[in-house]
């Protein structure tokens, strides 16, 4: 795999430095900045063209919700992975109504984080385990019956769990023990039943209608 370009959009200065130099130990990254607020991170991001940006959701001018929409907007709009401290459901949901691609809390690992980079940076969506059980549980308590019915099958649904925790196409493939060219087929349904355009799409629809377990 390439090298992935990133930028840190972090307004802590103590954070954003340990993060840049916590992860330049990673051969395949290359950081092409760093900026402390949103409006410097959206330059930074339209000089450089980076393929990921890492955005923390509390920023001095613009926070990470309008700076994720923002940069949906540009002529070649990075993947945006949102590294933060926040749980709140209405954030999270909000922030992927924006346009992120994943949802990573500072409190996974640097290895775990480098991972939901790649796989960010793949096209795929990577959203931290414990936010999945928090959105799932407040949707379960929240909606009348719980379960919608997309008429997903048994393996559909094992597949869109999968997703839901992160793991990228080949690993479906190993969990399941199935092709990869299954499981692009069952993402495939996936997507047209749930009306989604896409993986990230999917998964949030699936954690608020209660679908996963």
């Not at 993060?19 to 395949?28: C, E, G, K």
Request: glycine content about 4%.
């Amino acid at each position: 795999m390439t090298n992935i370009s990133f930028i840190i959009v972090e307004d802590h200065d103590l954070t954003r430095i340990a993060l840049n130099n916590a992860l330049s130990q990673y051969r395949q990254l290359d950081c092409l900045g760093e900026a402390n607020s949103g409006k410097k991170g959206l330059r930074l991001t339209e000089q450089m063209e980076p393929d990921v940006v890492l955005v923390d959701l509390d920023l001095p001018d613009i926070d990470g919700i309008e700076l994720t929409r923002k940069l949906k907007h540009l002529r070649k709009p990075p993947k945006v992975l949102i590294l933060t401290a926040h749980e709140h459901e209405n954030q999270i949901l909000e922030v992927f109504a924006a346009g992120a691609d994943s949802y990573c809390l500072k409190t996974q690992s640097m290895d775990v984080l480098v991972q939901a980079m790649k796989y960010t940076a793949e096209g795929n969506a990577w959203i931290d385990p414990k936010i999945a059980k928090v959105i799932l549980n407040r949707s379960q308590n929240n909606i009348p019956g719980a379960i919608v019915d997309y008429d997903l099958t048994d393996r559909e649904l094992q597949v869109l769990q999968l997703i839901v925790d992160g793991c990228s196409n080949a690993e479906i493939a190993d969990k399941l023990e199935i092709t990869i060219g299954t499981v692009k087929t069952h993402v495939r349904n996936i997507l047209t039943k749930l009306s989604a355009s896409d993986r990230t799409q999917a998964a949030v629809r699936a954690l608020r209608c209660g679908l996963v377990h």
